[in-house]
Protein backbone atom coordinates (compact mmCIF):
# COMPACT_ATOMS: atom_id res chain seq x y z
CA UNK A 1 0.00 0.00 0.00
CA UNK A 2 0.83 3.15 -0.79
CA UNK A 3 0.00 6.34 1.33
CA UNK A 4 -0.62 10.23 0.60
CA UNK A 5 -2.30 13.08 2.80
CA UNK A 6 -3.52 15.77 0.91
CA UNK A 7 -3.88 18.75 2.85
CA UNK A 8 -0.63 19.74 5.09
CA UNK A 9 -2.38 21.82 7.77
CA UNK A 10 -3.49 20.81 11.38
CA UNK A 11 -4.71 17.82 10.31
CA UNK A 12 -2.59 16.58 7.45
CA UNK A 13 0.23 17.23 10.03
CA UNK A 14 -1.53 15.08 12.86
CA UNK A 15 -1.87 12.33 10.30
CA UNK A 16 2.13 12.67 9.34
CA UNK A 17 3.11 12.51 13.02
CA UNK A 18 1.31 9.18 13.13
CA UNK A 19 3.07 7.82 10.20
CA UNK A 20 6.64 9.25 11.44
CA UNK A 21 5.85 7.45 14.62
CA UNK A 22 5.64 4.06 13.15
CA UNK A 23 8.29 4.95 10.03
CA UNK A 24 5.84 4.72 7.43
CA UNK A 25 6.25 6.15 4.39
CA UNK A 26 3.91 9.14 3.49
CA UNK A 27 3.06 11.64 0.92
CA UNK A 28 2.27 14.85 1.51
CA UNK A 29 0.60 17.74 -0.73
CA UNK A 30 -1.61 20.89 -0.87
CA UNK A 31 -2.08 23.61 -3.06
CA UNK A 32 1.88 24.81 -2.57
CA UNK A 33 4.67 23.55 -4.10
CA UNK A 34 6.88 20.58 -2.73
CA UNK A 35 9.90 23.16 -1.98
CA UNK A 36 7.16 24.91 0.81
CA UNK A 37 6.15 22.47 2.56
CA UNK A 38 9.61 19.95 2.84
CA UNK A 39 10.72 21.90 6.13
CA UNK A 40 7.68 21.08 8.00
CA UNK A 41 7.55 17.77 6.06
CA UNK A 42 11.72 16.59 7.45
CA UNK A 43 10.64 18.26 10.52
CA UNK A 44 7.98 15.41 11.77
CA UNK A 45 10.07 13.08 10.21
CA UNK A 46 12.24 11.49 7.66
CA UNK A 47 9.44 9.11 6.20
CA UNK A 48 7.15 12.06 5.23
CA UNK A 49 8.00 13.38 1.75
CA UNK A 50 6.14 16.62 0.24
CA UNK A 51 5.69 16.07 -3.41
CA UNK A 52 3.45 17.90 -6.29
CA UNK A 53 -0.46 17.36 -5.65
CA UNK A 54 -0.13 15.22 -8.94
CA UNK A 55 2.65 12.97 -7.88
CA UNK A 56 1.13 12.62 -4.53
CA UNK A 57 -2.22 11.56 -6.23
CA UNK A 58 -0.55 8.33 -7.21
CA UNK A 59 -0.39 6.81 -3.93
CA UNK A 60 -3.23 4.28 -3.72
CA UNK A 61 -4.84 5.37 -0.50
CA UNK A 62 -5.16 8.56 -0.37
CA UNK A 63 -6.27 10.75 2.58
CA UNK A 64 -8.38 14.08 2.38
CA UNK A 65 -7.37 16.87 4.94
CA UNK A 66 -8.43 19.90 3.10
CA UNK A 67 -11.36 22.28 4.20
CA UNK A 68 -14.48 20.74 3.41
CA UNK A 69 -15.53 23.16 0.58
CA UNK A 70 -11.67 22.28 -1.53
CA UNK A 71 -12.65 18.45 -2.17
CA UNK A 72 -13.77 18.99 -5.29
CA UNK A 73 -10.95 21.08 -6.42
CA UNK A 74 -8.84 17.83 -5.28
CA UNK A 75 -11.13 15.49 -6.98
CA UNK A 76 -10.46 16.92 -10.27
CA UNK A 77 -6.73 16.46 -9.92
CA UNK A 78 -7.19 13.23 -11.80
CA UNK A 79 -8.91 11.69 -14.43
CA UNK A 80 -10.59 8.67 -12.85
CA UNK A 81 -10.36 7.69 -9.24
CA UNK A 82 -10.47 4.13 -10.05
CA UNK A 83 -8.93 1.19 -7.94
CA UNK A 84 -7.81 4.76 -5.22
CA UNK A 85 -9.09 4.39 -1.67
CA UNK A 86 -9.80 7.87 -0.18
CA UNK A 87 -10.33 8.28 3.36
CA UNK A 88 -12.47 11.16 4.32
CA UNK A 89 -10.81 12.96 7.36
CA UNK A 90 -13.16 16.23 7.01
CA UNK A 91 -15.69 17.55 8.67
CA UNK A 92 -18.59 19.48 6.73
CA UNK A 93 -20.09 22.64 8.98
CA UNK A 94 -21.86 23.01 6.16
CA UNK A 95 -26.18 23.51 6.65
CA UNK A 96 -27.51 19.63 5.24
CA UNK A 97 -29.39 21.64 2.08
CA UNK A 98 -25.95 22.29 0.49
CA UNK A 99 -24.78 18.51 0.67
CA UNK A 100 -28.02 16.97 -1.49
CA UNK A 101 -29.78 16.05 1.85
CA UNK A 102 -26.65 13.61 1.96
CA UNK A 103 -24.33 13.19 5.02
CA UNK A 104 -21.02 14.87 3.91
CA UNK A 105 -18.89 11.96 3.17
CA UNK A 106 -21.57 10.70 0.48
CA UNK A 107 -21.41 14.17 -0.93
CA UNK A 108 -17.51 13.50 -1.12
CA UNK A 109 -17.95 9.92 -2.65
CA UNK A 110 -19.91 11.47 -5.41
CA UNK A 111 -16.64 13.81 -6.22
CA UNK A 112 -14.55 11.27 -6.08
CA UNK A 113 -16.26 8.62 -9.00
CA UNK A 114 -14.68 5.08 -9.23
CA UNK A 115 -12.92 5.52 -5.46
CA UNK A 116 -13.68 3.58 -2.66
CA UNK A 117 -14.39 6.10 0.13
CA UNK A 118 -13.63 5.44 4.10
CA UNK A 119 -14.78 8.19 6.53
CA UNK A 120 -12.12 7.78 9.29
CA UNK A 121 -9.54 10.18 11.63
CA UNK A 122 -12.34 12.94 11.55
CA UNK A 123 -13.75 12.81 15.13
CA UNK A 124 -10.48 13.96 17.49
CA UNK A 125 -9.01 17.17 17.48
CA UNK A 126 -5.68 17.64 15.79
CA UNK A 127 -3.98 17.75 18.86
CA UNK A 128 -5.30 14.56 19.65
CA UNK A 129 -4.75 13.40 16.67
CA UNK A 130 -1.16 14.23 16.57
CA UNK A 131 -0.42 12.81 19.83
CA UNK A 132 0.80 9.16 20.58
CA UNK A 133 -2.36 6.99 20.28
CA UNK A 134 -0.76 4.62 22.83
CA UNK A 135 -1.07 5.70 26.46
CA UNK A 136 -1.17 3.03 29.38
CA UNK A 137 -1.11 0.09 27.28
CA UNK A 138 -4.71 0.80 25.76
CA UNK A 139 -5.29 2.12 21.98
CA UNK A 140 -6.93 5.27 21.24
CA UNK A 141 -9.36 4.80 19.33
CA UNK A 142 -10.40 5.95 15.68
CA UNK A 143 -13.82 5.45 14.00
CA UNK A 144 -14.31 3.37 10.37
CA UNK A 145 -17.33 3.95 8.55
CA UNK A 146 -17.98 3.18 4.65
CA UNK A 147 -20.39 2.10 1.97
CA UNK A 148 -17.68 -0.22 0.79
CA UNK A 149 -16.63 -3.03 3.08
CA UNK A 150 -13.91 -4.21 0.69
CA UNK A 151 -12.19 -0.69 1.56
CA UNK A 152 -12.75 -0.86 5.11
CA UNK A 153 -10.30 -3.82 5.97
CA UNK A 154 -7.27 -1.95 4.80
CA UNK A 155 -8.29 1.21 6.53
CA UNK A 156 -8.75 -0.83 9.54
CA UNK A 157 -5.16 -2.78 9.06
CA UNK A 158 -3.49 0.95 8.61
CA UNK A 159 -5.70 2.39 11.56
CA UNK A 160 -3.71 -0.30 13.35
CA UNK A 161 -0.44 -0.12 12.46
CA UNK A 162 -0.46 3.39 13.45
CA UNK A 163 -1.64 2.40 16.56
CA UNK A 164 -4.80 3.09 16.81
CA UNK A 165 -7.72 1.11 17.72
CA UNK A 166 -9.95 1.23 14.85
CA UNK A 167 -13.84 0.72 15.60
CA UNK A 168 -16.10 -0.15 12.65
CA UNK A 169 -19.50 2.02 12.71
CA UNK A 170 -20.83 0.11 9.24
CA UNK A 171 -22.30 1.98 6.91
CA UNK A 172 -21.96 5.70 6.52
CA UNK A 173 -25.73 6.33 6.91
CA UNK A 174 -26.21 3.80 9.56
CA UNK A 175 -23.06 3.71 12.57
CA UNK A 176 -21.39 6.48 10.49
CA UNK A 177 -23.58 8.70 11.06
CA UNK A 178 -22.56 8.87 14.50
CA UNK A 179 -19.33 10.41 13.42
CA UNK A 180 -20.66 13.32 10.73
CA UNK A 181 -20.82 16.98 11.35
CA UNK A 182 -24.60 18.34 9.91
CA UNK A 183 -24.74 22.15 10.37
CA UNK A 184 -24.06 23.03 13.74
CA UNK A 185 -24.91 19.65 14.86
CA UNK A 186 -22.06 17.30 15.73
CA UNK A 187 -22.43 13.64 15.79
CA UNK A 188 -22.52 11.87 19.39
CA UNK A 189 -19.09 10.48 19.03
CA UNK A 190 -16.73 13.69 17.46
CA UNK A 191 -14.55 14.76 20.26
CA UNK A 192 -14.80 11.68 22.04
CA UNK A 193 -11.59 10.20 23.12
CA UNK A 194 -11.65 6.55 23.42
CA UNK A 195 -9.20 3.60 24.44
CA UNK A 196 -9.49 0.21 24.52
CA UNK A 197 -6.95 -1.93 25.97
CA UNK A 198 -6.79 -4.31 22.75
CA UNK A 199 -6.69 -3.18 19.12
N1 LIG B 1 -8.47 21.12 12.97
C1 LIG B 1 -9.03 20.10 13.58
O1 LIG B 1 -8.90 19.89 14.81
C2 LIG B 1 -9.86 19.10 12.77
C3 LIG B 1 -10.25 17.90 13.38
C4 LIG B 1 -10.92 16.95 12.63
C5 LIG B 1 -11.22 17.18 11.29
N2 LIG B 1 -10.86 18.37 10.72
C6 LIG B 1 -11.16 18.56 9.30
O2 LIG B 1 -9.95 18.35 8.57
C7 LIG B 1 -9.91 19.19 7.42
C8 LIG B 1 -8.64 20.03 7.49
O3 LIG B 1 -8.70 20.84 8.65
P1 LIG B 1 -7.39 21.58 9.20
O4 LIG B 1 -7.77 22.13 10.52
O5 LIG B 1 -6.22 20.69 9.07
O6 LIG B 1 -7.27 22.76 8.13
P2 LIG B 1 -6.02 23.71 7.85
O7 LIG B 1 -5.08 23.71 9.01
O8 LIG B 1 -6.58 24.97 7.35
O9 LIG B 1 -5.29 22.94 6.64
C9 LIG B 1 -5.89 22.78 5.41
C10 LIG B 1 -4.81 22.30 4.43
O10 LIG B 1 -5.45 22.04 3.17
C11 LIG B 1 -4.62 22.58 2.13
N3 LIG B 1 -5.50 22.84 0.99
C12 LIG B 1 -6.53 23.72 0.90
N4 LIG B 1 -7.12 23.64 -0.30
C13 LIG B 1 -6.46 22.68 -0.99
C14 LIG B 1 -6.61 22.11 -2.29
N5 LIG B 1 -7.57 22.52 -3.12
N6 LIG B 1 -5.74 21.14 -2.68
C15 LIG B 1 -4.77 20.70 -1.84
N7 LIG B 1 -4.59 21.19 -0.59
C16 LIG B 1 -5.42 22.17 -0.18
C17 LIG B 1 -3.98 23.81 2.76
O11 LIG B 1 -2.73 24.13 2.19
P3 LIG B 1 -2.50 25.16 0.97
O12 LIG B 1 -3.13 26.45 1.36
O13 LIG B 1 -1.02 25.17 0.84
O14 LIG B 1 -3.16 24.52 -0.21
C18 LIG B 1 -3.71 23.30 4.18
O15 LIG B 1 -2.48 22.58 4.20
C19 LIG B 1 -11.19 20.03 7.46
O16 LIG B 1 -12.12 19.43 6.60
C20 LIG B 1 -11.64 19.94 8.92
O17 LIG B 1 -13.05 20.03 9.05
C21 LIG B 1 -10.17 19.33 11.42
Given amino acids: MSYAIVG ?3 VGQALAHAFARKNIDVTVASRR ?9 RAIGPTVIAKLLREALEADTIILAVPFGEHREVAKALPSWKGKT ?4 MNALVPPEEL ?8 VAKAFTGAKLVKA ?29 DAIG ?6 KQLGFAPVKLGKLNEGGA ?17 FKKEQ
Fill in 33 to 41: PPEALAPQA
Fill in 178 to 194: LVHARGRVWGQLIFQDL
Fill in 100 to 107: DGLLSSAF
Fill in 8 to 10: FGK
Fill in 121 to 149: FNHLVAATLAADPIVEGGHRVVFLSGDDE
Fill in 86 to 89: VIDA
Fill in 154 to 159: PVMALA
